[in-house]
């Protein structure tokens, strides 16, 4: 097993068997259900939408330089520079030397996935940058020294109480249980770090090339503090980003809204189209835009999985996600989180380092059907299975399986062995949990159920005689 | 070495050329096989939205109660200025930032706060200290009680976030149905001339990071009133 494997079993063992924290997500999730769901039926047609968002990416992976090169054109045109990064290191090594040359001193973030994938913060203080995370949830696992814990709920496993501790040592406010005043102390710090701020990152939910702009999507309003104020602004993003049309923005936004936080439309839907432009009182003096390929390429040219490419990274499959929701966000071990994560690390970082994720998974399907743009989640858990075990086998799994086979294609044998299963079972308690018992990877947290006295076939001959 | 760019290029172009990817499948329209999803527009699955304007009024005032923005129909200038003079009170405000408009100036007329006007520019912790921002806008969305400000609408990037209290001032003819007839009409208004910022602003600042739980005000304005005017 690779370390990582190990590291994920532990992790997640650990995570299962603490009831507090599954309650807690739960409870968390509890609202958004509702919300979504009514977001969802204010749709004329929820399902029409799904189609029409599916096949708009659709459109847009499968011509993805096309629309790459018109976006990056048309921002250009704008003032913005456009940096091509094929790797992590090299999105780091362009961002430090922006910060360089203009004699940057201190840098507020938005909320960026793409960031955290890059492992950016670690690199810009490495160089002694104080870097901030102005999003409340990132700043507040920023201040724990975390990383976060769901792709858009960064804090949600935290209790207030915990968050006021943390408040109460790093920043020395007063103790309080109200959400409120907590939010309150973390707006009071921020506000001077963004008017201090010379250099603000943020992500992008989408990029438009029709009109060579780049998309945020917030509730906050800490994105567009550390767009406005600034004098300059680094937006980091995927090249999957790219929508064709800005009317597409009509379609995504809401969508977007509704399967990530259950809301009809997010607080802040901006686009911005470069830095601050002629006759334009404020922004900043340079818009620096880093489109991050980083292995994405890699999943492009898997045909079959293409479609995770259209991923708008809401977080809706985590929220469904059975595993996700027992194992929690930090057993992964990944950037990105449940299903998705499960999908894509594999590609991004290996697949038999990663492999793991895709045996994590009951296959219920219920994060396809969350998906607003129709990734077929589920089914590719099974081709990394798949594609996993050919090109490196398992002679263990593939002996049991030549077993299994041979066991269910002989019926006196399968009987028989059905029969020895009965007889010996009455023994089963003298080892139970033991070393000594062959069954200890189930019973080690589960009961074993009782097989039945007679079996199914052995009724139905009966009842036929 | 060649550029990050060419590299990348190629790599995409590489990775279609070799395999097509299956389309995606349409879920609604199975029986019709000649039609694909791309034959609709968003509007056809979106939230509907009524085709008179006291409809989109209505819903528009609607929306606006459940995203805790603070709508108001004013007949008159007049009316508009007895609202803000309350809030000017109420809040004991000292400072009120804002950008020249015929709409703004007229709302400000007889005001007894400090005025800061961002029309030639601004010091960060001058607009900061104010307790309100007045600012107009491109339109309303009555489909999701969304505001589109830009830059040249909304008196730059920072107005309309900086400060606690963020007042909008509209007319009855700038309501439009959609998203979609908002960005068709920031496309026909700016033709390739975009201003730089653009934004879509639906109630006052939010976050529920903390438990899940919804609060106002997290690191834009707290509160958000629309006034609405007839032309
Ligand atoms: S895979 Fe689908 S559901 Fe999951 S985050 Fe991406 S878009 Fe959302």
Redesign the pocket.
């Known amino acids: 097993m690779t370390t990582f494997a190990s590291e994920f079993k532990k992790m997640a063992g650990r995570y299962t068997a603490d009831l507090t924290h599954r309650a807690f997500i739960k409870k968390a999730l509890s609202g958004y259900y509702q919300k979504r769901d009514d977001s969802k039926a204010s749709f004329q047609s929820w399902q029409g939408a799904r189609d029409l968002a599916a096949e708009t990416k659709y459109e847009a992976v499968n011509h993805l330089d096309r629309y790459l090169v018109e976006f990056a054109e048309k921002i250009e045109a704008r003032g913005a520079k456009i940096f091509w990064a094929p790797s992590a290191r090299e999105a780091r090594d362009y961002i430090l030397g922006v910060a360089r040359e203009n004699g940057v001193r201190s840098i507020i973030k938005s909320k960026t996935m793409t960031s955290e994938e890059i492992h950016l913060n670690d690199a810009l203080e490495k160089e002694g940058y104080g870097v901030f995370e102005s999003d409340l949830g990132e700043y507040i696992v920023q201040l724990r020294k975390e990383p976060p814990y769901h792709?858009v709920f960064p804090a949600m496993h935290l209790t207030r109480g915990q968050i006021s501790d943390l408040f109460q040592k790093e920043l020395g406010s007063a103790p309080t249980d109200s959400p409120e005043e907590l939010t309150m102390i973390a707006r009071r710090v921020m506000r001077r770090k963004y008017c201090e701020a010379d250099m603000g990152i943020s992500g992008a939910n989408f990029a438009v090339a029709e009109t060579g702009m780049i998309s945020i999507t917030e509730n906050e309003g800490n994105a567009r503090l550390t767009t406005s104020l600034p004098r300059i602004h680094v937006a980091i993003l995927g090249i999957e980003k790219v929508l064709p049309r800005l009317e597409d923005l009509a379609l995504f936004l809401p969508m977007l809204a509704t399967?990530g936080a259950g809301q009809q439309m997010t607080c802040y839907n901006t686009m911005y189209g470069g830095p601050r432009q002629p006759g334009e009182i404020d922004g900043p003096e340079q818009m620096h835009v880093v489109l991050l390929d980083n292995r994405r390429t890699e999943l492009l040219a898997d045909a079959e999985q293409r479609d995770?490419l259209?991923?708008?990274?809401?977080?809706?499959?985590?929220n469904v996600c059975p595993i996700f929701k027992n194992v929690g966000g930090y057993s992964y071990g990944t950037t990105y989180q449940?299903?998705?994560g499960s999908v894509i690390t594999p590609h991004l970082r290996g697949l038999q380092d990663w492999k793991h994720l895709s045996a994590a998974s009951s296959l219920c399907g219920a994060?396809t059907e969350?998906?607003?743009?129709k990734?077929d989640?589920h089914h590719h858990l099974l081709q990394n299975r798949r594609n996993a075990a050919a090109a490196k086998p398992v002679m263990i799994e593939k002996i049991s399986f030549l077993g299994f086979a041979w066991l269910m294609s002989h019926p006196s044998i399968y009987h028989l062995a059905a029969k020895l299963g009965r007889v010996f079972q009455p023994l089963h308690p003298i080892v139970n949990g033991t070393f000594l018992d062959p069954l200890i990877a189930w019973t080690r947290s589960r009961a074993f159920p009782n097989l039945a006295p007679t079996s199914f076939h052995e009724q139905w001959k009966k009842s036929r005689k | 070495m060649s550029d990050g760019k060419t590299i990348i290029l190629n790599r995409i172009r590489e990775a279609l050329r070799e395999n097509p990817a299956p389309r995606p499948h349409a879920s609604h329209t199975s029986s019709d096989q000649e039609e694909t999803p791309r034959d609709h527009t968003p509007r056809e699955w979106l939230p509907k939205v009524g085709e008179r304007l006291d409809e989109q009024i209505d819903l528009f005032a609607r929306q606006s109660e459940g995203l805790k923005t603070e709508f108001h129909r004013c007949g008159t200038m007049e009316d508009a200025r007895a609202i803000l003079s309350v809030l000017v009170a109420e809040g004991a405000w000292k400072k009120i930032a804002t950008h020249t408009t015929p709409d703004t100036s007229a709302l400000l007329e007889k005001n007894r706060a400090e005025i800061l006007k961002t029309d030639t520019g601004y010091q960060i912790d001058d607009l900061e200290s104010c307790d309100a921002g007045i600012t107009g806008c491109e339109c309303l969305v009555a489909q999701t009680g969304a505001i589109l400000v830009s830059a040249p609408s909304a008196g730059g990037r920072a107005l309309s976030v900086l400060p606690p209290h963020h007042i909008i001032i509209a007319r009855t003819s700038q309501m439009v149905p959609d998203l979609t007839a908002a960005l068709e009409l920031a496309k026909e208004r700016y033709g390739n001339k975009f201003p730089s910022f653009l934004s879509f602003i639906t109630g006052p600042s939010r976050t529920g990071d903390i438990e899940r739980i919804l609060v106002l005000g997290a690191h834009g304005p707290k509160r958000l009133t629309v006034l609405l005017l007839e032309d």
């Open positions: 792709l399967a995770t259209g991923c708008i990274r809401c977080g809706a499959c985590l449940g299903p998705i994060c969350a998906c607003p743009v990734i989640l």
